[in-house]
């Protein structure tokens, strides 16, 4: 059995590993009896050799099928209809090759990350990629937060998702479907919130990877940044001075207690890493890293990055899935939110809105951000041991349902394979 998991390129964005490892990881558990083998659409073996070592499963490759060199590649137009005709070959290829092919969520099928009007032939050639994926037989789209889309961005999703099968992450995402995209999803949650692979096993000696970072359970506070600073605000200056105001404020109110730096998505060719902003604050402020913080920067294991967050005290977050990890661990985490996932993953599917502050606002990072964060804090201060309940029955709810979404899918493939 052959299965194609697309959008899984890159595993040092934390994020998009954890929701890929998971499903390899419960999908061969149901599978198991067919030998699975699964492909993805990643150029470098090294993310290969990761997933391996996070699932412990060894049947697992880099696709060949789109794996090509375009011979007019240094000639734009010309590439452009080369590529074309190349992919109408290769999807009749990839049908008849794999038994299945699963497009793995998050957000990709929105228009957060397109200049409007100027990207509108590229998010048509997406939509239609997805059409032509539908009709080389089972597929799957699982874990999405889709839209929204606007103008005549609209009618093309319409046209394009009418007949393919998705599951929604979280429960806003499937109402706008319905609403706004005449479109019937079903309702998951994201890949993330169930446990790793390796995760039973890094909990029993987690003492030991917080000893590796000279850490102590509830001893720390995480904040997480971003490379994606432009999605929050146009002037770069304005999040960094709010990040040394937060911070500041952080270790005023907790004098006891160290800071870490997390990065979360380390890519090597430095688009969106995490580490950006922290050479940005840190070439700034040149006492921005100091003997009470630890930063943690280099390239780790989506597990190791979970017990880094879920055994500290509280998480302050601009990555969505750093968050998830923490709230998977229950314990809480402050969302700094640039797009809709937040609020539909954290705040309806948790039930967590209080901890999600919406901060795609220029004003906002010009100071009145660092009050909004206080707040919060302030509340999870005055209820702590309740809001950790709160979570604990949330995430269990949340692991369910998307149990019963691998359940679901794993069987049809099953049958189809039979």
């Given at each position: 059995?052959?299965i194609f998991?697309k959008h899984?390129?890159?595993?040092?964005?934390?994020?998009?590993?954890?929701m890929?490892?998971?499903?390899?990881?419960?999908?061969?558990?149901?599978?198991r009896?067919?030998?699975?083998?699964?492909?993805?659409?990643?150029e470098?073996?090294f993310?290969?050799?990761?997933?391996?070592?996070?699932?412990?499963?060894?049947?697992?490759?880099?696709?060949?099928?789109?794996s090509y060199?375009?011979?007019?590649?240094?000639?734009?137009?010309?590439?452009?209809?080369?590529?074309?005709?190349?992919?109408k070959?290769?999807?009749?290829?990839v049908?008849?090759?794999?038994?299945?092919?699963?497009?793995?969520?998050?957000d990709?099928?929105?228009?957060?990350y397109y200049?409007?009007?100027?990207?509108?032939?590229?998010?048509?050639?997406?939509l239609?990629?997805?059409?032509?994926?539908?009709?080389?037989?089972?597929?799957?789209?699982?874990?999405?937060?889709?839209?929204?889309?606007?103008?005549?961005?609209?009618?093309?999703?319409?046209e394009?998702?009418?007949?393919?099968?998705?599951?929604?992450?979280?429960?806003?995402?499937?109402?706008?479907?319905?609403?706004e995209?005449?479109?019937e999803v079903?309702?998951?949650?994201?890949?993330?919130?169930?446990?790793?692979?390796?995760?039973?096993?890094?909990?029993?000696?987690y003492?030991?990877?917080l000893?590796?970072?000279?850490?102590?359970?509830?001893?720390?506070?995480?904040?997480?940044?971003?490379?994606?600073?432009?999605?929050?605000?146009?002037?770069?200056?304005d999040?960094?001075?709010?990040?040394?105001k937060?911070?500041k404020?952080v270790?005023?109110?907790?004098p006891?207690?160290?800071?870490?730096?997390l990065?979360?998505?380390?890519?090597?060719?430095?688009?969106?890493?995490?580490?950006?902003?922290?050479?940005?604050?840190?070439?700034?402020?040149?006492?921005f890293i100091?003997?009470?913080?630890?930063?943690?920067?280099?390239?780790?294991?989506?597990?190791?990055?979970?017990m880094?967050?879920?055994?500290?005290?509280f998480?302050?977050t601009?990555?969505?899935?750093?968050?998830?990890?923490?709230f998977?661990?229950?314990?809480?985490?402050?969302?700094?939110?640039?797009?809709?996932?937040y609020?539909?993953?954290?705040?309806?599917?948790?039930?967590?809105?209080?901890l999600?502050?919406?901060?795609?606002?220029?004003?906002?990072?010009?100071?009145?951000?660092?009050?909004?964060?206080?707040?919060?804090?302030?509340?999870?201060?005055?209820?702590?041991?309740?809001?950790?309940k709160k979570?604990?029955?949330?995430?269990?709810?949340c692991?369910?349902?998307?149990?019963?979404?691998?359940?679901?899918?794993?069987?049809?493939?099953?049958?189809?394979?039979?």
């Open positions: 059995m052959k998991i899984l390129p890159n595993t040092l964005n934390y994020g998009s590993m954890m890929g490892e998971n499903l390899i990881h419960y999908l061969e558990k149901k599978l009896k067919y030998k699975p083998e699964f492909y993805t659409d990643t470098y073996d993310n290969i050799e990761r997933l391996k070592e996070a699932t412990k499963y060894d049947k697992i490759y880099k696709d060949q099928i789109f060199k375009l011979i007019t590649d240094k000639i734009k137009f010309v590439r452009y209809i080369e590529r074309k005709l190349r992919l070959n290769l999807y009749k290829k049908g008849n090759y794999y038994d299945a092919i699963i497009m793995l969520g998050g990709d099928f929105s228009e957060i200049n409007l009007p100027k990207d509108n032939l590229a998010i048509k050639n997406i239609s990629q997805l059409t032509d994926f539908n009709k080389r037989g089972q597929f799957y789209m699982i874990g999405q937060t889709i839209g929204p889309y606007t103008g005549i961005r609209r009618e093309w999703a319409k394009c998702f009418k007949d393919i099968k998705i599951y929604s992450r979280d429960d806003e995402s499937a109402k706008y479907m319905k609403n995209i005449d479109k079903f309702k998951s949650r994201d890949l993330a919130f169930l446990d790793l692979g390796l995760q039973e096993e890094y909990t029993k000696n003492k030991k990877i000893k590796k970072y000279d850490l102590k359970e509830n001893e720390y506070i995480t904040f997480v940044g971003t490379g994606l600073i432009k999605l929050y605000s146009k002037n770069e200056e999040v960094m001075n709010s990040f040394i937060m911070i404020m270790q005023k109110k907790y006891n207690k160290k800071l870490v730096w990065s979360h998505v380390v890519t090597r060719n430095r688009v969106a890493n995490d580490n950006i902003l922290l050479d940005k604050i840190n070439n700034k402020y040149k006492n100091n003997k009470n913080m630890v930063v943690i920067r280099d390239e780790i294991l989506p597990v190791e990055a979970r880094v967050l879920g055994y500290g005290y998480t302050i601009c990555r969505m899935h750093a968050a998830v990890s923490t998977q661990m229950k314990k809480p985490a402050i969302c700094l939110s640039y797009s809709p996932k609020k539909g993953v954290i705040g309806h599917g948790l039930d967590m809105n209080e999600v502050i919406e901060s795609k606002s220029e004003k906002l990072w010009q100071g009145s951000i660092v009050d909004q964060v206080k707040e919060k804090i302030d509340y999870i201060e005055k209820d702590y041991k309740n809001i950790i979570i604990d029955t949330k995430v269990e709810e692991k369910k349902i998307v149990d019963d979404t691998i359940n679901e899918i794993s069987e049809e493939i099953s049958e189809t394979y039979k």
